[in-house]
């Protein structure tokens, strides 16, 4: 999925209202009237955003120059609820629990809630078909129509009836004295228990994207009551991109763009700075983004991908990619890790050269050289003034970053960082281990749907979906919903449907699946649909709101 690095329509030259500049003057101007609304309006009237997909330094260098400035933000995830499960999942992953995907090809019992592995993280799919090879018996609690290269039990709760699934089968392979399990998957969930039961390296795997903040923490208590029983019990959290972790470490759990942009749209927020975020491509809410971007006086972006949102600054700054840059990450078992640069940035001989040879130029430099590492053109931008050596400048961000995680200390002044990284110690806060949560009651909520928007394996993840190699992967998009809600609806897997929200309509194809829950529709956030239409997360709509088109 790298080729996105060398895609023709990469920005590679600093903008300033359409027309090309240095990045020198872009900065200046950038500067300039960063200032002046500063000045004119407060420091709240500017407002940062960054990203999950960026390095720990460039997240570290936007928190720190909001900071410095005083500005809004800096925001990370696209609402607050999905801040706050970030924030639960790295607080409630005791360092004992945390597993590797290594690790978790060793266990032999794994169970996920709300987790698809084969489109959230592919490489947990990976490891679960080889724990699955050895024996294991891997469990999905999951409204979706889950998929997975090896035999495995799906019980497909509907969401309000995760929670209580998910902990009526740990409590009951917890404790053998508990009555058998009652309700429409009682038979899947007593079969699960009496395998988990029998385990001695379980594994909970937990989603943070369809489940609530309850959940997530949930699957730490799940964790450490398996635990206690004298199992080896281990925790996953899949989470929303590659820096997610370091991005909750850095962020405040109310911070978000949902927040910031209604703040744009109200006129409190005047200037925006987009580093390496593309909301265009992510928010679910197109009508406030629009809303909120009308209003601005001033917007800065960031990036090395060619996007909507470049389209509509003001001022851009081009950035090097991860090849080019290199950086800190923290995987999902909390594990810093370096990547290091592999190539230096510039324009592909096959784009500059036609395919033969570079362009006969003579110059200093090579073609398309502008972008540079985002953490640096943040600091700049900022005013925060960073040593003009290159790895000086980095040790500092570094040093900066040993504030938040003093495991870091390994990785500045030139030393040798651990050649598997370091993982960080986010033990839980004091008085946030529980004992064993009570299920919640699951109520079925009847009479609508629940419209939830999900991520593909190909199609829907910004990186992946720039690789014109993987684009040929991507399926058609389509909604896929149970044959019994299809024949309630009087459609056939291949019509179209039209859903509509309060926000907007969205028409768009049918797939049907046995292996999901009623009263669920499931639409991927694709980059060929409209979804963001609609106006939402996730939706709860009335019976009248799904239509078969031409009816």
Known sequence: ????????????????????????????????????????????????????????????????????????????????????????AIGRGAPELAVSLAEIESADFVLAVGADPLNEAPMLALSLRQASRKGAQVVVIDPRPVSLPFDFMHIAAAPEALDGTFLSLVKAGADPGLPEAAGRHAEAVTAAARRLRDSRRPVIVCGTDLPTTETVSLASDAALLLAATGKKAGLFYVMPGANAFGAALLAHPEQSLAGILEAAAQGAVRALVLVESDPFATFAD??????????????????HLASAAADRAQVFLPTQSLFEAGGLYVNAEGRVQASLPTGAAGSPVTQEGRGSHPPRVYGAGLPGAEPRPAWELVARLSGDDLPEDATAARDRV???????????????????????????????????????????????????????????????????????????????????????DAAALGVADGDRVSIRSKHGALDVKVRLFENMACGVIVVPRHRKLAWQALGGHQLRLRPGDVRKVGT
């Open 286 to 303: 197109r009508g406030l983004l629009e809303r909120a971007l009308a209003r601005l006086e001033l917007l800065v972006v960031l990036d």
């Open 398 to 484: 570094r040093r900066h970053l040993c504030q938040t995680a003093p495991e870091l200390r390994a990785w500045v002044d030139g030393a040798e960082p651990p050649g598997d990284g370091a993982r960080l110690a986010a033990a839980p806060a004091a008085g946030q281990r529980v004992a064993p949560p009570q299920p919640a009651s699951g109520a079925p909520v009847t009479g609508g749907y629940d419209l939830l928007f999900v991520e593909w394996t190909f199609g829907t993840e910004e990186l992946s979906a720039g690789s014109p190699c993987l684009e040929a992967l991507a399926a058609e998009p389509y909604a896929g919903i149970h044959p019994q």
């Open 1 to 88: 999925g790298f080729f996105y690095a060398s895609r023709p329509e990469r920005p590679r030259q600093a903008q300033v209202n359409a027309k090309p500049e240095s990045v020198e003057q872009a900065l200046a101007y950038a500067r300039e009237r960063l200032e002046a609304i500063r000045a004119a309006a407060g420091p709240h009237a500017v407002a940062a955003v960054g990203s999950v997909r960026s390095s720990l330094e460039t997240q570290a260098v936007l928190a720190r120059a909001a900071k410095i400035k005083g500005w809004r933000g800096p925001a990370f995830f696209d609402d607050s609820a999905c801040a706050r499960k970030m924030h639960a």
